[in-house]
């Protein structure tokens, strides 16, 4: 599909209170792109709506919660009414919770799902009769690189992600030759608010498994897929192709190496309570694109790229002399 000129088009962007969602709409607005905002926190969209009406960029806030129909119909509407049309979908809002899964509350399972998975489904029927209308429309969903893999603790999150990244595909087919595309963004582990606003079961605050990028690689990749629409992305190397590479062949060695110390990946040495974080309610803190976390340094990425690749290799080397030895 051609390259498409992202001037004047019109994008709803979910989960823009803070992280991806909110940076995500600060390069498509720079981009040109006209934005209606939501998420439920009001003051924090507000907010980003001046923010991005300071850079002359044309931006509305719906304030509002995925899991709500009513809520979600009323985003699209007041976009519709605002800008008299609807261009591109981006499908954000997310939310995860730490815990073993036999012993994470069976209310934060059905909500990460009700969230994670159903909001995007919610939206994306939402707008789906406007694209069909227009005959032209773009859904682009923020998955994760647990929409492939898996983690220790998120197993909820990791589920409700591949179930979201099946429907994604399924939807896709459906809408062949119907004018209207699905891309995905395949996320890698970025410094956000996501970790400072999930629950724990643990009283240790969560952070992200390293290494850890800055929202703005996201950002700017959701923009790449913005013009060209139709992908699945993966924006980054070391956490991202290279992970997929290795684990297509030795899938055995990111099971042994998150299996013995994923969990513990996971938790900073700091102690929280936070037994339910944003899943039911939001909660004031953690505006903006950045979160306690910084992104991990370029130099400990490229050492640790060079360490992987060496492993790749020396598991490439002996699958080869194994293979040669048998003959
Ligand atoms: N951070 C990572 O390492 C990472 C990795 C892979 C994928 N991702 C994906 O990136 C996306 C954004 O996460 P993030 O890292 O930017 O986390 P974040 O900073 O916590 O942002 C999550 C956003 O979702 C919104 N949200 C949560 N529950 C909602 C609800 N019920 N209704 C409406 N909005 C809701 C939040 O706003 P309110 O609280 O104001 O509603 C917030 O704007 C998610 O889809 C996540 O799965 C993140």
């Given at each position: 599909?051609?390259?498409?000129?992202?001037?004047?088009?019109?994008?709803?962007?979910?989960?823009?209170?803070?992280?991806?969602?909110?940076?995500?709409?600060?390069?498509?607005?720079?981009?040109?792109?006209?934005?209606?905002?939501?998420?439920?926190?009001?003051?924090?969209?507000?907010?980003?709506?001046?923010?991005m009406q300071d850079k002359g960029v044309e931006c509305i806030s719906v304030p509002g919660d995925v899991t709500v129909q009513g809520d979600v119909d009323q985003v699209v509407r007041e976009c519709l009414a605002h800008y008299g049309r609807v261009d591109i979908l981006v499908n954000d809002a997310g939310v995860q919770s730490y815990g073993l899964f036999d012993e994470l509350p069976w209310e934060h399972i059905t909500r990460i799902f009700d969230i994670n998975c159903f909001g995007f489904m919610r939206f994306a029927r939402a707008v789906l009769p406007h694209f069909r209308q227009q005959g032209s429309g773009h859904i682009l969903n923020i998955q994760s690189m647990l929409s492939k893999g898996s983690a220790p603790l998120l197993s909820a999150y990791s589920a409700s992600k591949h179930a979201t990244l099946g429907w994604a595909k399924s939807l896709e087919m459906e809408l062949v030759g119907s004018g209207i595309q699905v891309s995905n963004v395949l996320v890698p582990s970025v410094a956000t608010n996501m970790f400072a606003h999930a629950p724990t079961m643990f009283g240790l605050a969560p952070k992200p498994v390293p290494p850890t990028y800055d929202p703005d690689v996201v950002a700017r990749a959701v923009v790449r897929c913005a013009r060209n629409p139709g992908k699945t992305s993966v924006p980054v190397f070391l956490q991202g192709r290279l992970m997929l590479w290795l684990n297509g062949i030795a899938p055995g060695v990111g099971k042994f190496i998150m299996g013995r110390w994923g969990a513990r990946m996971q938790m900073r040495?700091?102690?929280?309570?936070?037994?339910?974080?944003?899943?039911?309610?939001?909660?004031?803190?953690?505006?903006?694109?950045?979160?306690?976390?910084?992104?991990?340094?370029?130099?400990?990425?490229?050492?640790?790229a060079a360490g992987l690749a060496a492993l790749a290799g020396g598991v490439v080397l002996g699958v080869a002399g194994l293979a040669r030895a048998a003959r």
């Open positions: 599909m051609a390259r498409q000129d992202l001037r004047g088009k019109v994008a709803i962007v979910t989960g823009a209170s803070s992280g991806v969602g909110w940076q995500a709409a600060v390069r498509l607005g720079e981009a040109g792109v006209k934005l209606c905002v939501t998420a439920r926190r009001v003051e924090a969209l507000e907010k980003l709506r001046h923010l040495d700091e102690p929280v309570e936070r037994p339910e974080g944003n899943l039911f309610h939001a909660i004031p803190q953690g505006v903006g694109p950045y979160g306690p976390v910084p992104p991990t340094p370029k130099w400990k990425r490229y050492s640790m």
